[in-house]
């Protein structure tokens, strides 16, 4: 029996017969910002990254913000490398336990599609 032929990723001709490349597993973490002048800020960089994960931001009750973003899943609860940018703005913190707090001290500021939308309104 031979082996299963290996699936054709593109028509590019130096890839025919190249595997396609794993997923790359991703995990939610939050960016806990202390304003929405710096969570503009950091969506507006992201965005001009190419940044096209499923983020969301909230407004807590003092004033600070929160913006839940996905990144890869490479290390266990630190932001990965090409993230590591963001602990200039804000702390990265558990999503799962913000996400319990906001329920009682938070509200929603862009629940889909944050740094895209969000992005656009920073003008610096």
Do not use: N, W
Not at 6 to 32: W, Y
Not at 46 to 65: N, P, R, V
Not at 66 to 77: E, G, I, S, W, Y
């Amino acid at each position: 029996m031979s082996p299963e032929p290996a699936r054709l990723t593109s028509s590019c001709p130096t890839c025919v017969g190249v595997p396609a490349p794993a997923e790359t597993a991703t995990r939610r973490t939050a960016l806990l910002l202390p304003d929405t002048e710096t969570l503009l800020r950091v969506c507006r960089r992201l965005s001009g990254l190419g940044y096209a994960q499923e983020s969301s931001a909230y407004i807590l009750d003092g004033g600070e913000c929160c913006l839940f973003l996905r990144v890869p899943d490479t290390t266990f609860f630190r932001l990965p490398l090409a993230f590591a940018f963001l602990t200039e703005y804000g702390q990265e913190t558990d999503a799962a336990h913000l996400s319990d707090y906001l329920s009682e001290h938070g509200a929603p500021l862009c629940e889909c599609g944050a740094v895209g939308e969000l992005g656009k309104l920073c003008d610096r």
